[in-house]
């Protein structure tokens, strides 16, 4: 199980106290995560990778493992330690605004 | 006794505020989606419970939240996965896509190249007087969506985008359509407007759509007199008797048309700036409008610090100006566009609320002012509902 960490305003969209617990098919990748947990909660897909083009949206960031995972190709594999469960996949709200 | 439910729309959440038909003693309610920019909230007219709302962020979107029992609960349409699921089992997560309909096309940018439309946020919505179910949506980048299915979908009517709109250009704040109004006696006839494109109207209910901005003067801007789009429309405003009858703020000029917008006046008047954003009708005096003078798009204050409604009770070159209750030193707030509205009881009552985070109430037409709230965010938009 894949351990998702969401930002305050999209916890509260999607209805969840704090981490979500996916099931990600092996090779577990930054796509199919995003994938997954919009398969889960459909009211996030254009939340966070954009309707259209499926790009991620410039304000929102990828981290696991104290890795940045935002400018990574999507079929970018998540760390072991993601897929263990041992370590979040981390979506963040860019701090932004001054 | 009727009540009254006022719907806020602000930079960090939506309000609500309801009372009695007195309209002295309110219950507010929210913040509703705090943190979220609430460009609009409205609710139907033929289920008043029903009611849709604008949540937008610049960090994750667009989402359209809607409420079946006045309020009290909101769900985005579709929030669930059965809902969503197309037929081969894969989420759709369709309520909040707002996708232009063909090649996306390219619109003019603030230097005079081409620059492709796309779509930020909903500005606007406006259930139809027909169906519940059925809403439009004005959009920056410019666009009309509609959705058939209380908000589960959203279908660009795209004929609006042919209307010239190589040649339409973002005012300061983005090119927003703000203002859709529906023609209560023909369901084909459809007006919008849209900084800084202008106004447009369509007669088959939105497949095709031609300017109506003949005898709007923008000579800065605009030099050519006759420019048929490219006008800065601040907002227009129907009462339901007339639909013929339109009153416009514009960028610089407060405007009437008496042919549904084939040729238009400018109904200024003795107003002490005719800069501003709202404009709205009397609920039962076809020819009493109401604007708020801001001192100019450089400074966008009331002028001598006044907050100053001002009231036309001969469809505009007249007004008077209503201060009684509103702060008239040392206020220096502005309101915008979505920011005004009136309620249907006798006599009419006006709202408006400031960027300040004020929310107005007069129960008399204007003649008296108190404030409902004092201290939201800044606010973007008014609605007003009289319920039974």
């Known amino acids: 199980m894949i351990r998702v960490v969401l930002p305050f305003h999209l916890r509260t969209l999607a209805r969840v106290d704090g981490d979500l617990q996916l099931e990600v098919e092996s090779p577990a990748t930054v796509r199919s995560v995003l994938d997954a947990l919009e398969a889960r909660h459909p009211v996030l897909r254009g939340t966070i990778r954009d309707h259209i083009t499926r790009r991620r949206r410039p304000f929102v960031r990828f981290y696991a493992c104290q890795e940045d995972l935002s400018l990574e190709p999507p079929e970018t594999r998540v760390p072991d330690a993601v897929v263990s469960g041992a370590e979040p996949f981390l979506i963040v709200g860019a701090m932004a605004g001054g | ?388």
């Open chain 2, 1 to 388: 006794m009727n009540t009254v439910r006022v719907l806020v729309g602000t930079k960090k959440g939506a309000f609500i505020l309801t009372s009695d038909g007195k309209r002295k003693r309110w219950n507010v309610r929210g913040p509703h989606f705090p943190g979220w920019e609430i460009y609009h909230v409205k609710g139907s007219a033929l289920e008043p419970d029903r009611l849709y709302a604008s949540q937008t962020s610049s960090w994750f979107g667009q989402v359209i939240p809607r409420s079946d029992d006045g309020g009290k609960t909101w769900h985005p349409p579709g929030s669930n996965p059965e809902e969503l699921m197309s037929p081969d089992g894969m989420p759709k997560g369709e309520s909040n896509k707002f996708a232009y309909e063909g090649p996306v096309g390219t619109h003019k940018w603030y230097d005079g190249t081409q620059h492709p439309w796309e779509f930020k946020r909903v500005w606007h919505l406006e259930p139809s007087l027909t169906d519940p179910d059925t809403v439009y949506a004005g959009v920056e980048d410019a666009a009309l969506f509609k959705t058939a299915d209380g908000g589960r979908t959203w279908q660009e009517l795209p004929g609006l985008r042919s209307a010239k709109g190589h040649l339409w250009q973002p005012g300061a704040g983005g090119m927003g359509l703000h203002t859709i109004l529906l023609d209560p006696r023909d369901p084909n006839r459809i007006f919008i407007a849209i900084s800084a494109a202008g106004a447009f109207r369509t007669d088959d209910g939105g497949q095709t759509w031609k300017p109506v901005n003949r005898g709007l003067k923008s000579q800065y801007e605009l030099p050519d007199p006759e420019a048929e789009v490219g006008h800065c429309v601040h907002r227009i405003a129907m009462h339901a008797s007339r639909p013929g009858v339109l009153f416009m703020q514009k960028h610089w000029d407060v405007m009437r048309t008496d042919d549904a917008g084939e040729s238009w006046r400018e109904v200024s008047g003795n107003l002490p700036s005719d800069f501003g954003f709202p404009i709205e009708v009397h609920a039962h005096e076809p020819e009493t409008i109401y604007v708020v003078p801001i001192k100019s798009d450089s400074e966008h204050f009331p002028p001598d610090g006044k907050l100053r409604v001002y009231r036309s009770r001969t469809g505009g070159n007249e007004w008077e100006a209503l201060t009684k209750g509103l702060p008239q030193r040392d206020c220096y707030v502005n309101v915008l566009r979505d920011a005004m509205a009136v309620d249907a009881l006798d006599p009419c009552g006006v709202y408006f609320g400031t960027t300040g985070g004020q929310v107005y109430a007069s129960a008399d037409s204007g003649d008296t002012w108190d404030p409902i709230v004092r201290d939201l965010p800044a606010v973007l938009s008014v609605e007003v509902q009289t319920l039974p």
